[in-house]
T-cell receptor
Framework: GAVVSQHPSWVICKSGTSVKIECRSL??????MFWYRQFPKQSLMLMAT?????????EQGVEKDKFLINHASLTLSTLTVTSAHPEDSSFYIC?????????????FGPGTRLLVL | DAKTTQPTSMDCAEGRAANLPCNHS???????VYWYRQIHSQGPQYIIH???NNETNEMASLIITEDRKSSTLILPHATLRDTAVYYC????????????FGTGTSLTVIP
């Protein structure tokens, strides 16, 4: 399968600071990437769709000014959590859309664990 | 919107086949069935997907009923490393649509 990486794998920050998470497709180009959030013992919740060269599309209830998404190249999307607060502590996972095969599929990154103190 | 129903949890003896069912009675003609799994504290891992024919790869087999209202993921020889939450998702392929995750099935492989 295709490889998607995330950096950092975990981060601890103080309340009020901003944190940037990178998502990279390592062996394919991805015009579309997705960002998910997962709280303990819960399923993945889609936050936004990241499109290369255009604005991201956010799911209902997700603040676009708080979760800034930039998809500047075909292999990189970034999620910046601005003015982070303890309630933003979560497991953030990205996925990238792979169109190389006969049918599309999506591959997920390993996730980034964010702890806001 | 999760349009699938899966059992909350299942156990399987190591070395035996694990059969994970999924109901998707409202599936549309152009929707594929995808299976992913998530091992604790990791990102979801793609397993397999199919439209109406049975599919097999190095990880698993996917059996889809003729009416497409249900499917079964088969792990032929379960190992302890297969302990994970397994998600069955239906969506239209090649549209860039998102994956919406339900609660999945927590599979525990027992030594």
């Amino acid at each position: 399968g295709a490889v998607v990486s995330q950096h950092p794998s975990w981060v601890i920050c103080k309340s009020g600071t901003s944190v940037k998470i990178e998502c990279r497709s390592l062996d394919f180009q991805a015009t579309t990437m997705f960002w998910y959030r997962q709280f303990p013992k819960q399923s993945l919740m889609l936050m936004a769709t990241s499109n290369e060269g255009s604005k991201a599309t956010y799911e209902q209830g997700v603040e676009k000014d708080k979760f800034l998404i930039n998809h500047a190249s075909l292999t990189l999307s970034t999620l910046t959590v601005t003015s982070a607060h303890p309630e933003d502590s979560s497991f953030y996972i990205c996925s990238a859309r792979d169109l190389r095969g006969r049918q599309e599929t999506q591959y997920f990154g390993p996730g980034t664990r964010l702890l806001v103190l | 919107d999760a349009k699938t129903t899966q059992p909350t949890s299942m156990d399987c003896a190591e070395g035996r086949a694990a059969n994970l069912p999924c109901n998707h009675s409202t599936i549309s003609g152009n929707e594929y069935v995808y299976w992913y799994r998530q091992i604790h504290s990791q990102g979801p891992q793609y397993i397999i997907h199919g439209l109406k024919n049975n599919e097999t790869n190095e990880m698993a087999s996917l059996i889809i009923t003729e009416d497409r209202k249900s499917s079964t993921l088969i792990l032929p020889h379960a190992t302890l490393r297969d302990t994970a939450v397994y998600y069955c998702i239906v969506r239209v392929a090649n549209t860039g649509n998102q994956f919406y995750f339900g609660t999945g099935t927590s599979l525990t492989v027992i030594p």
